[in-house]
């Protein structure tokens, strides 16, 4: 008897589950709808190309007024800051404004620098240039660290030609006074500065 209950107790259940099956509506496989994905994909491209476009225009929009405040010298736009600092603070400062210690790379860029740094700053004053012998000493690098091919110093007194401060003067200043001749002198020294921005 017990074992006819149990039978049946499981024909009744296998018809419920059966029943249930029935009339549950079977779901039907879900459709992406790919014309909706394409079009939130071409948004967010248009929408990345615009912040792009912006960040640009932004950049550009700096390069302007740097080059409208200070001087355009072939592709580059440079900056005369006239507050006498050590020559690592100059360098931050230059660098926090996306730009570094200025380094002419010519003659005609040594001059025309010259020149600018004498009617901005004064004729007399010398400014830090993005050029030192700090990491090997008498190997002049610029602050990218690549050895500068375009050099300027001072050998017109042959008793003291520059590069002459050896361990002690590890940092370039181009001179006013001496008509762009660049002198090394003490980092810690207190001078101005001109930043360089490259125009791209």
Not at 19 to 44: H, M, N, R, Y
Not at 69 to 81: P, V
Request: hydrophobic share 30%.
């Amino acid at each position: 008897m017990e074992f006819k209950g149990v039978c049946v107790l499981l024909g009744v259940l296998l018809l419920v589950n059966y029943s249930f099956q029935q009339t549950t509506p079977k779901k039907k496989p879900v459709k992406k709808d790919t014309t909706k994905d394409a079009a939130i994909e071409d948004l967010q491209k248009q929408i990345d190309n615009i912040v792009q476009e912006l960040n640009l225009m932004k950049e550009q929009q700096a390069l302007q007024t740097v080059c409208l405040k200070g001087i355009k010298i072939h592709e580059k736009c440079f900056l005369a800051d006239p507050v006498r600092k050590r020559y690592h603070t100059a360098s931050e400062d230059c660098n926090s404004l996306g730009g570094v210690l200025g380094t002419p790379i010519s003659s005609n860029e040594n001059d025309q620098l010259t020149e600018y740094v004498r009617q901005s700053i004064g004729p007399d004053e010398k400014v830090w240039l993005g050029i030192n012998d700090m990491m090997n000493e008498g190997t002049w690098m610029d602050q990218t660290g690549l050895s500068i091919t375009y050099k300027n110093w001072d050998t017109s007194n042959s008793r003291s030609a520059q590069p002459d401060g050896g361990p002690s003067q590890n940092c370039a200043v181009l001179s006013g006074s001496a008509r762009g001749k660049w002198f090394d002198e003490n980092c810690r020294d207190e001078k101005p500065s001109v930043c360089q921005f490259n125009i791209v």
